[in-house]
């Protein structure tokens, strides 16, 4: 079964950066990045790296966060450039073990770690 774990999340200053990591246990097709800001609904999928190296950034986010993959630590990054207050929200790993297509659709996502918070403010 995959697990997920995050970390990295924290208070940044506007225009700043942060990387967010997610170590997982078990295989996958792809393993994605949502977000939650305080009373709005959850966002996402921010981006998806699959299996097969191909990547999806949702427009909010292209240019400004890259996702990585370190296959022999089985962790993924969410390097985040440029940072936003409208950023602010707690940011979910999560992993699809199937999909119908190339990128999993959100309701593909069936495995989620408990999520780190990202406080973007000057």
């Known amino acids: 079964q995959l697990r997920l774990v995050e970390s990295g999340g924290g208070l940044v200053q506007p225009g700043g950066s942060l990387i967010l990591s997610c170590a997982f246990s078990?295989?996958?097709?792809?393993i994605g990045w949502f977000r939650q800001a305080p009373g709005k609904g959850r966002e996402g999928p921010l981006c998806?790296?699959?299996?097969?190296?191909?990547?999806y950034y949702a427009d909010s986010v292209k240019g400004r966060f890259t996702m990585s993959r370190d296959n022999a630590k089985n962790t993924v990054f969410l390097q985040m450039n440029n940072l936003k207050p409208d950023d602010t929200a707690r940011y979910y790993c999560?992993?699809?073990?199937?999909?119908?297509?190339?990128?999993?659709?959100?309701?593909?996502?069936?495995?989620w770690g408990l999520g780190t918070q990202v406080t973007v403010s000057s």
């Open positions: 999560t992993a699809a073990a199937t999909t119908h297509g190339i990128f999993p659709l959100p309701e593909e996502f069936d495995y």
């Open positions: 998806i790296s699959v299996y097969d190296d191909s990547t």
């Open positions: 078990g295989t996958y097709h792809a």
